[in-house]
């Protein structure tokens, strides 16, 4: 299999997927046909596969291919789509009339001229997941299995599978970029259920990253094992707290899914351009403490949220969407930077060239303030400790939020007691944004596998933050 | 129609030869086509137009007592020969997994009952886009700029038409299809402060006739408006009616408890507890597959394993698992059916007004927010929004809360079931509910 790094040039790319440039620029004349500020082509060609464990053998495997080419027309904030599964040019040009639907402006327009796009590599492969046999991973599936057996003897039960996936890119759009990239990803899972006294809890960790089969390693295995015995053990112990309003210490790392949910897709543009974001009249006022500055990082080396450019073409960047405790930038595809005025941030994403691209977060984090933990925890009275999440929601309009628990401690008169588990905490972005009272010097990006859903489409996304004291959220509980 | 043509039917046969040419001792091969529209309106304007076809293949090997999967939506034999030949040759690295079988065909739907379940409607292709069109703009324009509150209305019609034909080397040959629409509405409104409260209201239906073309925004709205003033009250155990447009969001976690291999990893609170009475004797599940015109509605299930109506939980007694043919040899039982079809609770005889009048003091919930369900002890917890009951009439609109307890603790606390199932052709036809006793945290 080739990889799309630098050194391949275009015509490889465009033969990887049986078209010709003159084949672009024929497609792209027909979306624009009945006029349209902007039209892009996307072709994805992924290839997927999985390998299981369970009961101690490595027993099943699956492989997906996935391949077609999306045709997008844009005018204004209106948006035409429509893709197919072949790149054959009668059935591109029959998407790219489809797509032309939403504009009503015939006009005469030259062909496109093409320019190649180069863009730094966030995700370099050294050995791709393609020249590697299912009987290389299986040896790795099979240490973790035994690990996980190793570390406990209430374990009765394991589970564990390695995903990987390769997508090839290749984009066009009515501006002439031309570019395309490859995209690794690679997700490993170990699941364990343990029995003491008549009592069964199972728990799991993930870790997840753009990498080829170096992704594996001794380490990625122990660490693996141990977070996921450690987190189902601790279960056993664990109750659940007296539910209510109380100051929650979000432990560093995978509680960036505060940020996520509080605020990260409240912020992104398409909500706030449409005006049903809680945030629509925010932009540039202060909306936290001012020692508060939170990131949307697509150009993170090999993290599971890196992307080399959007899915619109536009190159991955740092953006500050809170700098000072200021709410500095919304999160903007093509389409919302248009409408406010401003320059896309790299935030146009889809899960597969049968989407719309929108904005989307990428790995999303705040920066590390001066508090240690260890400060933050002694300030609190009676509240909660948490640090291990399941997944979470927000209300885009009305700024509610969740996110639920699976394990955490209470935290009483200072010091951490008892696990608690399964819980799940509620809050309004803006006022648990206010009431974030302290900033860890210990930000954590984590490297689960964290998957976004927005409007049907699901994208891989990171997320991290040091430890925060917030003073207040609805704890559930009984 | 028949939207699996004999060119279709042909590519999966020869799929499936070629599997077992290749060393497969048998093979499962299922293709899917479907063809769907999205047209959007946002207040004044179409905001957006999504038309696709699409169709895809699945092929299940069976190597020498080893087992892979292989999917692709490249259907040329070029392509596929390779690809269907790399994949056996990867399942031969494989453990062998001598669970892993067709079932047995003795247990399979026969295609000599071709009774039609209605799920197909001939006039699909009759409609024009802009009879399309014209329904998502009209859907807007019930309630946009009737109320200087409203910010913004998106309407979404959307329709589509699909058909799996699924063929095996035990014999087994089915073929389905089936067609929707729907009608979608979300209002979203601006009164003081920064919060823009919003909701939404739909109709999806089977056939065309069938689906509701007007007062959906006129309802998202109703609800949106509903949700003015929303607030929070204090922490503690209260009655909790579940409306009927999310009372499966409680179900789901007991059906999901029932499945074989939940069973086979030990991992479901329901473990060996079948014959137990496990919860309230007012809960009686029925699965009903046959059910003309609705969602789900099927003569098999995804092993090609013949449906038939069962009845699940019987006056809280668990009645059975859903044991497909791999669990059920893991597990050295008889198999069930692999997964429900279309789930009816057993109704009581109170609408929902004389529900809220049986509750008299407690809280109606009308939406969720996150949460979860710890699947292997039933602890649950989840973010809620609805309404203080007073004297049987809602008072406050509720929000920024969470229920919290185990689902086996909440079933048994269940008191009254409704009559009131929002649809009657859904795959999940349940009423609204009266549970006592259940943690609310608030302030």
Request: glycine share 8%; charged share 20%.
């Amino acid at each position: 299999m080739i990889e799309f790094s630098d050194d391949v040039n275009i015509h490889t790319v465009l033969t990887h997927f049986r078209v010709t440039a003159e084949d672009l620029q024929k497609v792209l004349h027909e979306a624009l046909s009945k006029g349209g500020d902007y039209a892009d082509l996307y072709f994805e060609h992924t290839i997927n596969s999985s390998i299981s464990l369970r009961d101690g053998e490595v027993n099943r495997t699956s492989s997906n291919i996935d391949y077609g080419v999306g045709v997008r027309v844009v005018v204004g904030e209106q948006t035409g789509y429509a893709y197919v599964e072949n790149t054959a040019l009668s059935d591109m040009l029959r998407a790219a009339r489809t797509a032309a639907g939403i504009a009503h402006t015939p006009k005469q327009s030259n062909p496109v001229n093409i320019t190649e796009t180069h863009f730094p590599n966030y995700y370099k492969v050294s050995k791709s997941w393609e020249d590697v046999s299912v009987n290389e991973k299986k040896s790795f599936i099979e240490r973790l299995n035994a690990r996980i057996f190793e570390m406990d003897p209430r374990v009765i039960k394991a589970t564990v599978s390695l995903n990987h996936s390769t997508s090839y890119i290749l984009f066009f759009n009515s501006e002439g970029i031309l570019s395309w990239d490859y995209r690794p990803m690679a997700i490993m899972y170990g699941g364990c259920t343990m029995e003491q006294d008549g009592k069964i809890e199972n728990g799991f960790a993930s870790r997840a990253y753009r990498k080829g089969f170096d992704f594996l390693n001794d380490d990625l295995i122990e660490t693996l094992a141990r977070e996921s015995v450690s987190q189902t053990a601790l279960m056993f112990d664990a109750v659940k707290p007296k539910g209510g309003e109380m100051p929650v210490v979000m432990g560093a790392g995978g509680s960036g899914i505060l940020l996520h949910e509080a605020i990260g897709h409240a912020f992104e543009a398409d909500f706030n351009r449409k005006n049903v974001s809680i945030f629509s009249d925010s932009l540039g006022k202060s909306i936290c403490n001012s020692n508060i500055n939170v990131v949307d990082d697509g150009t993170i080396e090999f993290a599971r949220g890196a992307i080399n450019f959007d899915d619109e073409g536009i190159e991955s960047q740092k953006t500050y969407i809170v700098r000072n405790g200021v709410l500095e930038s919304y999160l903007h595809d093509r389409i919302s930077a248009n409408y406010y005025g401003v320059k896309p941030t790299g935030n146009g994403r889809r899960q597969s060239f049968r989407h719309v691209p929108m904005p989307r977060m990428r790995v999303t984090y705040m920066e590390s303030g001066n508090m240690t933990n260890e400060e933050m925890i002694a300030s609190v009275k009676q509240g909660v400790y948490v640090d291990n999440f399941s997944n979470g929601q927000v209300q885009i309009g009305a700024g509610d939020f969740t996110f639920y628990v699976k394990t955490g401690y209470l935290i009483e008169n200072g010091k951490l007691t008892q696990p608690i588990k399964d819980i799940n905490i509620i809050g309004n972005g803006p006022k648990a944004l206010a009431d974030i009272m302290m900033v860890g010097n210990n930000l954590k990006i984590d490297e689960s596998s964290w998957t976004c859903g927005k409007d049907g489409q699901s994208v891989p996304v990171g997320q991290g933050l040091p430890s925060v004291l917030v003073s207040k959220l609805t704890v559930g509980g009984e | 129609m028949n939207l699996i043509t004999d060119q279709y039917k042909s590519i999966a046969q020869w799929a499936m030869d070629i599997a077992l040419k290749n060393g497969c001792s048998s093979s499962r091969v299922s293709l899917t086509v479907a063809n769907n529209n999205s047209f959007e309106y946002r207040n004044s304007q179409l905001d957006k137009l999504h038309q696709s076809s699409e169709n895809k293949l699945y092929i299940e090997l069976y190597v020498d007592g080893r087992y892979g999967t292989l999917s692709t939506n490249r259907l040329e034999k070029s392509e596929l020969e390779p690809f269907i030949k790399n994949g056996i040759a990867s399942t031969r690295f494989l453990a062998p997994d001598l669970c892993r079988q067709l079932p047995d065909m003795a247990r399979c739907y026969k295609s000599d009952n071709d009774e039609d379940l209605d799920l197909f409607d001939a006039t699909f292709f009759d409609y024009s886009v802009d009879q399309k069109l014209e329904l998502a703009k009209a859907t807007v324009e019930e309630i946009y700029g009737t109320d200087e509150r409203i910010v913004s209305v998106v309407s979404s019609y959307d329709d589509g038409c699909g058909a799996e034909y699924m063929v095996a080397s035990n014999g087994f040959e089915g073929e389905i299809q089936d067609t929707a629409f729907s009608l979608t509405s979300e209002v979203a409104l601006k009164t003081a402060g920064d919060a823009r409260p919003e909701s939404y209201w739909y109709d999806s239906k089977l056939y065309w006739s069938d689906l509701e073309k007007e007062g959906i925004s006129k309802r998202a709205f109703k609800r949106a408006l509903q949700k003015l003033g929303q607030t929070k009250i204090r922490s503690g155990k209260y009655n909790l009616i579940l409306d009927n447009t999310v009372s499966m969001k409680l179900l789901s976690p007991l059906i999901s408890a029932m499945y074989g291999s939940a069973i086979q990893q030990k991992s479901t609170f329901l473990l060996d507890r079948l014959g137990d009475k496990i919860v309230s004797d007012r809960l009686t599940v029925t699965d009903n597959p046959h059910l003309k015109r609705s969602f789900g509605s099927r003569w098999y299930d995804g092993e090609g394993v013949a449906t038939k109506d069962q009845v699940l939980i019987d006056k809280g007694v668990l009645n059975t698992y859903f044991i497909d043919t791999y669990n059920a040899l893991k597990l050295n039982v008889l198999p069930t059916i692999a997964s429900p079809s279309i789930i009816k609770l057993e109704h009581g005889t109170r609408n929902h007004t004389q529900l809220l009048e049986l509750m008299h003091h407690g809280i109606w919930v009308t939406g969720f927010n996150g949460g979860n369900t710890n699947s292997t002890t039933g602890d649950f917890s989840f973010g809620i929004e609805g309404f203080w009951v007073e004297n049987g009439i809602a008072t406050t609109p509720i929000s920024e809360m969470n229920i919290t307890g185990n689902i086996l603790d909440l079933w048994n606390n269940l008191v009254e079931v409704g009559n009131d199932p929002l649809s009657l052709n859904a795959s999940r036809q349940i009423p609204s509910l009266l549970f006592e006793n259940v943690s609310f945290s608030g302030l």
